[in-house]
């Protein structure tokens, strides 16, 4: 691993709790506005919301987000916790043109890290609360199978992992081989599973952060993985054994 930056404000909120200097999740800030998806226009700065609700309903924490090869997104609606209540969350599908928003599966809960198959036809989530990872055969962008056992996850899900001991989940990216690439929380860690559900290895930064939160690939052969350690505020790179998967662009 090699830091790549440091002192950057992590993606905690102001409401979160300040320990010998390492910060950590909060409820939801008295002010809190609501969630929502934007656009920024990269050349001249505009921010534009492009969903701030559901059928009349509120997003009330939107977090991961991936997009297929159609051009559209999916993604999860994590939700707020407050002292005597938390939401459930979802997942989502929508487009940039700002089609109606589609409700793919929910409830769950907390929904954090999203990802697609290199194929495009399977759907990933990775619950943080119950550090599990749920998938979904896509049968059309937008539409999963309902195929799954009775007491699968909603819309006929399948576990693809559950995280031995305490561990959560937060982001999550695939490589080029199909593995999925899951940040985790406690443990301070990637953890590499494959699509069968076998974790194959955990590769963690040099120096313990119980928040490693997000993980994607970069470089000329996407084989520099980049991570954040948000607890401490650092980001960090680090050579990666097999090439990420490159992702939908437009």
């Avoid at 950590?24 to 506005?33: A, K, L, V």
Wanted: net charge negative.
């Amino acid at each position: 691993y090699e830091i790549v930056s440091r002192d950057w404000s992590s993606d905690v909120c102001s409401s979160d709790l300040d320990a010998d200097g390492l910060l950590f999740p909060g409820n939801q800030p008295p002010d809190y506005i609501g969630g929502r998806i934007q656009t920024v226009d990269l050349k001249t700065g505009e921010v534009k919301s492009l969903y701030t609700e559901f059928e009349g309903v509120g997003l009330r924490g939107p977090n991961d987000i991936v997009f297929d090869k159609q051009g559209g997104f999916y993604f999860t609606d994590l939700g707020k916790g407050r002292p005597e209540s938390v939401d459930r969350g979802a997942i989502y599908y929508g487009k940039p043109d700002g089609s109606p928003l589609v409700k793919v599966v929910g409830p769950l809960d907390h929904p954090n890290g999203i990802s697609l198959s290199p194929d495009d036809k399977t759907l990933y989530v990775a619950e943080t609360i119950t550090g599990r990872v749920w998938e979904w055969t896509l049968e059309s962008p937008g539409v999963v199978s309902q195929a799954g056992a009775m007491f699968a996850a909603p819309g006929g899900g399948r576990l693809t992992v559950g995280m031995p001991g305490y561990q959560l989940l937060d982001s999550m990216t695939v490589d080029s081989e199909g593995n999925l690439c899951l940040a985790t929380l406690i443990t301070g860690c990637v953890t590499v599973v494959s699509p069968k559900g076998e974790i194959l290895r955990q590769v963690a930064p040099p120096k313990h952060d119980p928040l490693v939160t997000n993980v994607c690939f970069g470089g000329a052969d996407l084989k520099t993985a980049y991570v954040t350690v948000s607890a401490c505020g650092e980001l960090w790179s680090c050579d990666w054994p097999v090439p990420g998967h490159k992702l939908a662009n437009y």
